[in-house]
Every structure is written in structure tokens, then in C-alpha cells.
């Protein structure tokens, strides 16, 4: 992957975050709901960089103490939540430990 920074979403980013939710659950043919989503856009993906970002993600809820994470995931997403450990389940769960709960 080059030519992408990982950063974190600063105020000014709300507009593109919003327009990615609405995407993202068009995609999976589901409604919005008031939940956090990443989404990586159709022209950017399959460039790492919905790994670089859930890797960032993940590298921060561990330096924030959590223990897991949960969510939901596209059909096209899982086999990446899968390769970063994460389980499938109704939604898809990344536990520090590597230990499925």
C-alpha cells in the first residue's frame, strides 16, 4: 500500500464519514443506523487500505485497554475481518487475546 496515510478523523471529516455509512449499508442493502462504520470506497479497495485502517483501529482499542471489538460485516469484508483474526458470528469479533468469545 503507498501513497495513503492512516490518520485520525478530525471534525472536517464528518461529511465523507456520513457519506461512507450511507454507502456502506446501501451496499449491504441494509437501512443506516446510528452506529460508527468504516467503509472503504469501490475505486479504493482491494489497496490494503481497509486493512491499514482496522489495523490502526485495532492497535488503538489495545493501547485504550479494550479487550475486543465487535462488528457487523459486509459479505465482501469477512474474509478480511477473518485474516486479521477476527470471528464470524452474527457479527464479527476481534478479541485482544486472540481467544474467540
Same mark, same amino acid.
Do not use: C, K
Given at each position: &500500500? +503507498?501513497g495513503?496515510?492512516?490518520?485520525?478523523?478530525?471534525? $472536517?471529516?464528518?461529511?465523507?464519514?456520513?457519506?461512507?455509512?450511507? $454507502?456502506? *449499508?446501501?451496499? &449491504? #442493502?441494509?437501512?443506516?443506523?446510528?452506529?460508527?462504520?468504516?467503509? +472503504?470506497?469501490?475505486?479504493?479497495? @482491494? @489497496?490494503?487500505? %481497509?486493512?491499514?485502517?482496522?489495523? %490502526?483501529?485495532?492497535?488503538?482499542?489495545?493501547?485504550?485497554? *479494550? =479487550?475486543?471489538?465487535?462488528?457487523?460485516? !459486509? =459479505? #465482501?469484508?469477512? /474474509?478480511?475481518?477473518? !485474516?486479521? #483474526? *477476527? !470471528? /464470524?458470528t452474527?457479527?464479527?469479533?476481534?478479541?485482544?487475546? #486472540?481467544?474467540?468469545?
Amino acid at each position: &500500500m +503507498t501513497g495513503y496515510i492512516i490518520r485520525r478523523t478530525i471534525e $472536517s471529516d464528518a461529511a465523507v464519514i456520513a457519506r461512507h455509512r450511507v $454507502s456502506m *449499508f446501501r451496499d &449491504m #442493502g441494509e437501512v443506516p443506523t446510528q452506529a460508527v462504520n468504516v467503509y +472503504t470506497e469501490p475505486g479504493s479497495r @482491494r @489497496r490494503g487500505i %481497509a486493512r491499514a485502517l482496522m489495523q %490502526a483501529m485495532m492497535e488503538w482499542a489495545r493501547d485504550q485497554g *479494550f =479487550d475486543r471489538l465487535l462488528l457487523h460485516a !459486509s =459479505d #465482501g469484508a469477512r /474474509p478480511l475481518y477473518r !485474516s486479521l #483474526g *477476527f !470471528s /464470524p458470528t452474527n457479527e464479527m469479533r476481534w478479541s485482544i487475546d #486472540g481467544r474467540e468469545s
